[in-house]
């Protein structure tokens, strides 16, 4: 069984801060209760223009390319991430939140 989730965030501080410090967090970090562990990546992030609602297909194709050719500004990862100009972010100006979980 697969669970395919696509959200609209307007900024990669907010989607963090849903992802890490709210209940969701906890839902994150409890994941092995309820799935198998997936070798490959389950997450991806990318840019789109405001209004702009993205499609399973979309989603599909970013995981895709995240996984043929590595972080890019078109599919990315909250480590390797790119502004919406698609300037890379140094790590520095990342925002980040202890503990996230692995």
């Given at each position: 069984?697969?669970?395919?989730?696509?959200?609209?965030?307007?900024?990669?501080?907010?989607?963090?801060?849903?992802?890490?410090?709210?209940?969701?967090?906890?839902?994150?970090?409890?994941?092995?209760?309820?799935?198998?562990?997936?070798?490959?990546?389950?997450?991806?992030?990318?840019?789109?223009?405001?209004?702009?609602v993205?499609?399973?297909?979309?989603?599909?194709?970013?995981?895709?390319?995240?996984?043929?050719?590595?972080?890019?500004?078109?599919?990315?990862?909250f480590?390797?991430?790119?502004?919406?100009?698609?300037?890379?972010?140094?790590?520095?100006?990342?925002?980040?939140?202890?503990?996230?979980?692995?």
């Open positions: 069984m697969v669970i395919t989730n696509l959200t609209v965030w307007t900024d990669l501080s907010s989607l963090r801060n849903f992802t890490y410090q709210t209940v969701h967090r906890y839902f994150l970090q409890s994941r092995r209760k309820w799935f198998e562990r997936v070798l490959s990546r389950q997450l991806v992030l990318w840019w789109v223009p405001a209004g702009h993205p499609t399973l297909d979309e989603g599909k194709q970013a995981l895709c390319q995240l996984e043929e050719r590595g972080p890019s500004a078109r599919a990315f990862t480590q390797d991430a790119f502004d919406a100009a698609g300037r890379p972010l140094p790590r520095e100006s990342r925002p980040v939140e202890k503990n996230e979980p692995k």
